[in-house]
C-alpha cells in the first residue's frame, strides 16, 4: 500500500477512527481493533461480557457485517477529517471551487468527445437571500461556459434555491435560469432529490416545460416506487417536436422501504423497465449509471427499439469508472459527464457519503492507495 501520510497524521487519523468507533452502534460501549483493524471485539452493555462478533467461523456474515461497519465508520468520521485530507479523495469527484475550474474541467472533457453538465455544489438553503446568490451564480455560470464555447448543459437542485423554503420563490428562480440558458439555445436538467420533493420538483418541470418546451430536463429515480407511473403520468407532455428528456438514475437518498426499493436487482430491474417505457413513449432517456449490467442491458433496449443515436444518451459523474465510459464512447453513444464544482464541495462530499456509506471504499482508497 502507498500511504502519503505522514506518520503522525496517520496516527491521528487511525485515533480518531477508535475514538469514533464507538459512536457506531448503540447497543455497544466499546470496540476494540485485534489485529486486523475491522476485527472488533464487541463488549456489550446488557451482558458485559466481552464477544466477537459476528461468530467465528461464520465468513460470509463476518465479512458482509465488516464492510458494512467500515463504510460506516468512515461516513462518521469523514466530515471530522481535515479539509485537506477529505480533498485528496473529492479532486476525483469535483471539477474544483472556481467557474474558471469547472469551465477548464468540462472543456477538458469536450476533448475527448464527451459532453458536459456543469452543477454549482450547494443544496439545502437557509434563507432565501442564498437562493438569490445562487441563481447568480449559475447566471454567471452559464455566461462563462458558452462564452468559453463549452460543448454542454446545466444541472440543478431546487432546494438550492428555496424550494422547502418557498417554492414559487424557487420556481421563479430556475426559470430565470432556463430562460437564461434558453438565449443561447441550451438546456437545463432540474436534478430529483429526496421524496418529499419529488411531487413539487415534477411540479416545476412541468410548469416550465409548458414555456421553454425544448430547454428543461427532468432526473427521475428508478429506486422509487412511484417513477414508472410518473413516467407515464408525464407523457401528456410528451411530443415528437419537444420529447421530454429524462435523465434515469438509481437515486441515491436514504428513502423509507414504503416508497424506494431497496435490493440491487429489483432497482436495476426497474431501471431497464423505465428506461423501455421511455423509449417505447419516444421521450428521450439519458441513462445516468455506472452499472455495467445496467449499461449492458440499456443497449440491449436501444437495440431492440432500433433507436437512433440522437435520441438518447449516457451520463456518468465526474472521475467516476472512466474505463467503462470509454468502452461506452468507443461504441458509439453519446456520453455526458456531470461537472459538479464550488465552494461547497466540503459539504457535499461528506453529506453524499453520510447517505451513501457504501461510498468510503472508494474514499478510502484514494485517501491511502492514490494519495
Ligand atoms: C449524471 C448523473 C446524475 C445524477 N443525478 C442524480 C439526481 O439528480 N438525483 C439522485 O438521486 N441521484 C443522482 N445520481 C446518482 C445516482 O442516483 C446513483 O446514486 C449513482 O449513479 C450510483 O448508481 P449507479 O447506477 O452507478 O450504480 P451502483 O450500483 O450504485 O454503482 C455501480 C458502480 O459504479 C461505481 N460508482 C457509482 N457511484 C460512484 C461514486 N459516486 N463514486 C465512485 N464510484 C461510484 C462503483 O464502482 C459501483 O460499484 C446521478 C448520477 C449520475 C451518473
Known amino acids: 500500500m502507498y500511504c502519503k501520510l505522514s506518520g503522525l497524521n496517520s496516527l491521528k487519523c487511525f485515533g480518531t477512527i477508535i475514538a469514533l468507533l464507538n459512536s457506531i452502534t448503540k447497543d455497544c460501549h466499546v470496540y476494540k481493533p485485534i489485529g486486523y483493524l475491522l476485527t472488533l471485539k464487541r463488549v456489550t ?28 465508520l468512515i461516513s462518521n468520521i469523514l466530515p471530522y477529517m481535515p479539509k485537506k485530507l477529505v480533498w485528496q479523495f473529492s479532486k476525483e469527484y469535483v471539477a474544483g471551487e472556481t467557474i474558471e475550474d469547472a469551465v477548464k474541467a468540462a472543456k477538458t472533457l469536450n476533448e475527448q468527445g464527451i459532453l458536459t453538465t456543469i452543477d454549482v455544489l450547494g443544496e439545502f438553503i437557509k434563507n432565501l437571500d442564498e437562493a438569490e446568490a445562487n441563481k447568480n451564480e449559475y447566471l454567471e455560470v452559464i455566461e462563462a461556459a458558452e462564452e468559453a464555447g463549452v ?78 407511473q410518473d413516467i407515464g403520468n408525464l407523457g401528456d407532455i410528451n411530443s415528437a417536436e419537444s420529447p421530454i428528456n429524462f435523465r434515469l438514475c438509481k437515486g441515491i437518498y436514504v ?52 433507436t437512433p443515436k440522437e435520441s438518447y444518451e449516457f451520463q456518468m459523474l465526474y472521475g467516476v469508472t472512466p474505463a467503462l465510459r470509454k468502452s461506452i464512447l468507443d461504441a458509439g453513444h453519446r456520453m455526458r459527464v456531470y461537472v459538479p464544482f464550488g465552494k461547497q464541495w466540503f459539504g457535499y462530499c461528506t453529506r453524499r457519503v453520510k447517505e451513501n456509506p457504501a461510498m468510503a471504499s472508494v474514499i478510502l482508497k484514494a485517501i491511502f492507495v492514490k494519495g
Not at 218 to 227: D, G, I
Open 45 to 72: 452493555k446488557e451482558q458485559n461480557k466481552i464477544t466477537v462478533y459476528p461468530a467465528v467461523g461464520d465468513k460470509k456474515h463476518l465479512s458482509k457485517w465488516r464492510i458494512k461497519m467500515f463504510n460506516k
Open 255 to 306: 428513502e423509507p422501504e414504503a416508497v424506494a426499493y431497496k435490493n440491487y436487482e429489483e432497482i436495476n430491474e426497474h431501471f431497464l423497465e423505465d428506461i423501455e417505457l421511455m423509449l417505447k413513449e419516444k421521450m428521450y432517456p439519458a441513462i445516468a449509471t455506472h452499472d455495467k449490467p445496467v449499461v449492458d442491458g440499456a443497449c440491449k433496449l436501444l437495440e431492440k427499439y432500433d
Open 151 to 228: 460543448n454542454g448543459n446545466y444541472s440543478l437542485k431546487p432546494t438550492f434555491f428555496g424550494l422547502l423554503i418557498d417554492k414559487e420563490v424557487a420556481y421563479q428562480h430556475i426559470r430565470e435560469i432556463v430562460e437564461k440558458a434558453a438565449s443561447y439555445n441550451n438546456f437545463v436538467r432540474i436534478d430529483m432529490e429526496d421524496s418529499p420533493c419529488t411531487d413539487m420538483e415534477i411540479d416545476i418541470f412541468r410548469r416550465i416545460k409548458e414555456e421553454f418546451p425544448d430547454n428543461v430536463g427532468l432526473v427521475l429515480q428508478c429506486y422509487l416506487k412511484r417513477t414508472h
